[in-house]
């Protein structure tokens, strides 16, 4: 009984998470509304870049402070509604500064993104850690492949009306609406699986370490641990494939795609994940971790693969442009479901249960730097063009997949 409830109430709060952070994808929405006041390829790099460092890097310090501690919930509360007021204060702050000129908007939707994007940082490893305790391995992959089609399905609904507010309300406020929406989501599902409670664990020593211990051991981990260390050049290479994620609705706009249809990328890519989630599930519940992460990597060599050679072909018209560019997005959403499903469970497959929040912050420390790559490839698109970014996440991609392979050779010959 009690599985059955942590498994509810888990899903429920990553439903509702998952609708509202699609609200604010950084891919579609807040790269269309940070391109649309600043016209800067730099800040839109910067989105994702952000975005993606601002979650990892918190987590060593997080990581040291729970596994101190032996407590995950306080810090899960801090993050979860943290980054939803942070969202809040973005929609006031676009309903109410139409006055204050592109330039001051700008800065502060930059300003409030950067801190949403920290804040939530504080999230990952306490979530990881209370699911783990609470969540059988067995289940895990399904659980994250119920969170993402139930999330998935009310995004949907959220896409839809993004497309109606953003085609039929005037810019910002109509962005004000959609992101107002996020953060009531982000609310609701920080209340509900704060209501989880504390999951019993491990019993810790008496000694606790101190921070330079603790990232002493981090090093030696890295050293010692031949599948951890590959994991992380693995995603170090998924840091440099996603240097192009903004820039697809950049490429779009260049295409012929009117931006004022932002939302429907943001619902083919939802409906993408939606399509795949229960082959994850079933995937890495049955064929293992490591396996749904090396079919992923490979699916994720193919859209910037077609978006360059679409590029240096050139589009037939703008009708040929928006299947082009609804097909790219749908696939887009199936991989990143997956890799989420797959990374998440990798990770605490490999995390021994006494250092879940430790492994946690290890790795997600180490891979940061990786996720800045998006800001270095807006400044680079800036002088030399969109195609060599989609040029070079193709080849991480391809990178990403054979560390991957090597991964699941050393499982192979441990098993």
Not at 120 to 132: H, K
Not at 162 to 174: K, N
Request: aromatic share 14%; glycine share 10%.
């Amino acid at each position: 009984m009690t599985e059955r409830r942590n498994f509810s109430s888990v899903a429920a709060a990553g439903i509702t998470f998952q609708a509202g952070s699609a609200a604010v994808d950084s891919a579609t929405i807040i790269s269309a509304l940070v391109f649309q006041l600043t016209g800067s390829t730099i800040l839109v790099g910067a989105v994702t870049a952000i975005l993606r460092f601002g979650w990892l890097f918190p987590q060593l310090f997080v990581g040291f402070l729970a596994q101190r501690d032996g407590s995950s919930m306080g810090y899960y509360k801090i993050g979860a509604f943290g980054r939803a007021a942070c969202m809040a204060l973005l929609a006031g702050v676009l309903v109410l500064g139409d006055d204050w000129g592109p330039l001051n908007l700008a800065i502060a939707v930059m300003g409030l993104w950067t801190a949403y994007a920290f804040v939530s940082g504080i999230v990952a490893v306490p979530y990881n850690d209370i699911v783990a305790r609470s969540i059988p391995s067995n289940l895990r992959s399904r659980l994250l492949a119920t969170r993402f089609f139930g999330g998935g399905l009310l995004a949907l609904a959220i896409a839809a009306i993004a497309d109606r507010v953003v085609a039929g309300m005037p810019f910002p406020q109509s962005y004000a609406v959609v992101i107002a929406m996020a953060a009531g989501l982000m609310f609701l599902s920080s209340g509900v699986f704060a209501g989880l409670g504390e999951p019993a664990s491990p019993s810790a020593g008496t000694a606790k370490p101190t921070f330079f211990q603790y990232l002493r051991d981090g090093i030696a981990v890295f050293q010692t641990d031949r599948s951890f260390r590959l994991f992380v050049f693995a995603q170090w290479c998924g840091g440099a494939v996603l240097m192009a994620t903004p820039f697809y609705v950049v490429q779009a706009h260049g295409g012929g795609f009117d931006l004022t249809r932002v939302a429907v990328l943001l619902g083919a890519q939802t409906a993408g994940a939606l399509a795949s989630n229960a082959l994850w599930g079933w995937w890495g519940d049955r064929l293992g971790k490591a396996s749904l992460l090396a079919a992923v990597t490979f699916g994720r060599i193919w859209p910037p693969a077609v978006i360059l050679l679409l590029g240096l072909t050139g589009f037939v018209d703008e009708n040929r442009a928006f299947v082009v560019f609804v097909s790219v997005f749908f696939v887009l959403g199936a991989l990143a479901n997956g890799l989420t499903i797959a990374v998440i469970g990798y990770l605490m497959e490999i995390s021994p249960d006494s250092q879940r929040p430790a492994y946690s912050g290890y790795f997600n420390a180490i891979t940061a730097p990786a996720f800045l790559l998006p800001f270095l490839a807006g400044i680079f698109a800036t002088y030399f063009g969109l195609l060599p970014i989609f040029a070079v996440s193709m080849l991480a991609a391809v990178a990403q997949f054979l560390l991957i392979r090597a991964v699941n050779s050393d499982d192979a010959a441990v098993s």
